[in-house]
């Protein structure tokens, strides 16, 4: 089998799994949030990368006319006068693992170095900006919708949204970026 069509096969794999399994995984996710909060590392990010990125929500939301608030010692964000929490768990460790995964399958090959960085960069850059409109398009359903609306994109399609983004930067990848040693 073609190494692109096993890269393409390992992320539909992962769709099947995550369409499989997330009822479960958005039923104990309360469970694992805590689970990793006992963890170092998440203090940091609360502290640190949390702040960034609701401030960057705040940059693209305000030129638009939404009224933008952040407050880092509860890590709220008010859009409109609709309060939100933002945590660690909101940034999307799960598409850069998701990323990380696909790569250790997708970079394997005699590739040029230098391409793979450049895969490796464009990787991480579209899964970042990938997940601040993931975060964006939230907050907007939640000040202009429903809250069903709200709850199944941010549980279920967020997940779905990631792995059509690792089908289009694979594919873009294999057509224009890897090249062959």
Same mark, same amino acid.
């Given at each position: 089998?073609? $190494? #692109?069509? *096993?890269? &393409?096969?390992?992320?539909?794999?992962?769709?099947?799994?995550? /369409?499989?399994?997330?009822?479960? /995984?958005?039923?104990?996710?309360?469970?694992?949030?805590?689970?990793?909060?006992?963890?170092?590392?998440? !203090?940091?990010? #609360?502290?640190?990368?949390?702040?960034i990125?609701? *401030?960057?929500?705040?940059?693209?939301?305000?030129?638009?006319?939404?009224?933008?608030? &952040?407050?880092?010692?509860?890590?709220?964000?008010?859009?409109?006068?609709? $309060?939100?929490?933002?945590?660690?768990?909101?940034?999307?460790? #799960?598409? /850069?693992?998701?990323?990380?995964?696909?790569?250790?399958?997708? /970079?394997? !090959?005699?590739?040029?170095?230098?391409?793979?960085m450049?895969?490796?960069?464009? +990787?991480?850059? +579209?899964t970042?900006?990938?997940?601040?409109?993931?975060?964006?398009?939230?907050?907007?359903?939640?000040?202009?919708?429903?809250?069903?609306?709200?709850?199944?994109?941010?549980?279920?399609?967020?997940?779905?949204?990631?792995?059509?983004?690792?089908? !289009?930067?694979?594919?873009f990848?294999?057509?224009?970026?890897?090249?062959?040693?």
């Amino acid at each position: 089998m073609p $190494k #692109q069509k *096993k890269v &393409f096969l390992a992320i539909l794999l992962v769709l099947a799994l995550v /369409l499989a399994t997330a009822p479960f /995984l958005v039923t104990i996710n309360e469970v694992l949030t805590r689970i990793v909060e006992k963890n170092l590392l998440y !203090g940091w990010v #609360q502290e640190h990368v949390v702040p960034i990125e609701a *401030k960057m929500m705040g940059a693209i939301l305000i030129p638009f006319g939404y009224e933008y608030g &952040f407050s880092p010692s509860n890590s709220m964000i008010v859009v409109n006068g609709v $309060k939100m929490g933002i945590t660690w768990n909101c940034l999307g460790w #799960q598409s /850069l693992l998701l990323l990380f995964v696909s790569l250790v399958v997708g /970079l394997r !090959g005699r590739y040029k170095r230098w391409s793979m960085m450049e895969a490796l960069g464009i +990787g991480i850059l +579209g899964t970042f900006w990938l997940n601040i409109l993931r975060m964006l398009l939230t907050v907007l359903l939640a000040v202009h919708a429903p809250a069903i609306f709200r709850m199944v994109f941010h549980d279920y399609l967020a997940a779905i949204s990631t792995v059509i983004w690792l089908f !289009g930067f694979w594919w873009f990848s294999y057509s224009f970026v890897l090249e062959e040693r």
